[in-house]
């Protein structure tokens, strides 16, 4: 069922908040997953103090007028969210006009009918502003956490997304599998109140998860976090082309890349590249990768390359590259990358939305 399908007693659904912008706009957010800062000897801080640091910055990115503000979800130690629709209703009540959002919610490891339950609960909270993204997630806590099997990782996403996808519609639910027990007939509460509630999926770049994402006819995001963004261009077409042989309206294509904003390009560079170099080894000692330097963070900072670190100037640029690349209607930084300091990362969201965004905008009305 599809956004422009559904209306409640109080009349006719609104525009859904995730059709295509046009050829000459783009929506700018931020997501984050909580990344857990360092104390000046370099220990960790505590968890909590990076949640209340973390509501700063989604006051603030309100503040300064930007689109979304997402978190995700995480199981380990380097992150402080693990639960992102209690987060996402604290900053409800602490922003005005910010759209809110999971960036991703693991999906797999949860139990669909909660998640919606708690996504439109935080809806109601923030008069409508509530949006879920839903993924696989690319950490594999949360199964032994939950007491799940790897061996099912398939299998529990493409269930619960079917699943999912029956409650969103607001109707009694029928469902049947073998990932849980069956529904026959029963109503899931509470209900948005004029909408259904906007839901994307993330997608790491397979044309087996495009398709998906195209069946259930959901806007979809890319998480572009290496090698250069318009290598996604045909899992973009795919993605579109999908979409009209299922019979969907056009939704919004989303993209979403690590970066950093400073004055200059240089200071972007200087405070981010030690934290993005720590936060890129451990990761990638955990997956096997060869270890990183200075060459390849210099390749991603290039102006087709996957990370948008610089002045409001060049990030302004790298945007709309990736604009007329891939036709995107929305574009998510990921601000945080390991212990960046919590000062930077407020520079950061206050130039993405006086300096940034004015700028593309500029830049796509010419």
Known sequence: ???????????????????????????????????????????????????????????LADAVGLHSFGVGEHHRQDYAVSAPEV????????????????????????????????????????????????????FVESFPLFGLDLADYEVLFEEKLELFDKVRAQKP?????????????????????????????????????????????????FAIIGGQPRSFGPLADLYREAMGKYGHPAQQVATHSPGHVADTDEAAKVEFFPHWLKLRNKLGAERGWGPAGRG????????????????????????VRLKKDLGADRFDLKYSSGPLPHAAMLRSIE????????RVAELLAG
């Open 296 to 319: 390849e963070f210099e390749a991603l900072c290039a102006p087709e390359g996957a990370l948008y670190v610089g002045s409001p100037e060049t990030v302004a640029g790298k945007i």
């Open 1 to 59: 069922m599809t956004e422009t399908q559904h209306a409640t007693a109080a009349g006719p659904a609104p525009a859904s908040p995730t059709a295509p912008v046009g050829a000459n706009r783009i929506l700018l957010g931020l997501n984050t997953f909580g990344d857990v800062g360092e104390n000046p000897d370099g220990s960790p801080q505590p968890h909590a103090q990076a949640l209340r640091q973390l509501l700063e910055q989604a006051e």
């Open 87 to 138: 987060f996402l209703a604290a900053a409800a009540a602490r922003t005005q006009q910010i759209r809110l959002g999971s960036a991703v919610t693991v999906l797999s490891s949860d139990d669909p009918i909660r998640v919606f339950q708690r996504f439109s609960t935080v809806d109601a909270i923030s008069n409508g502003r509530a949006e879920v993204m839903l993924g696989r997630g690319s």
């Open 173 to 221: 639910v029928h469902w049947e599998g073998r990932t849980r027990p069956a529904l026959h007939g029963l109503s899931v509460y509470p209900p948005l109140e004029h909408h259904l509630l906007p839901t994307w999926i993330g997608v790491g770049g397979t044309p087996e998860s495009v398709l998906r994402c195209a069946q259930y006819g959901y806007p979809i995001i």
């Open 351 to 358: 130039l993405m939305g006086t300096a940034v965004a004015p």
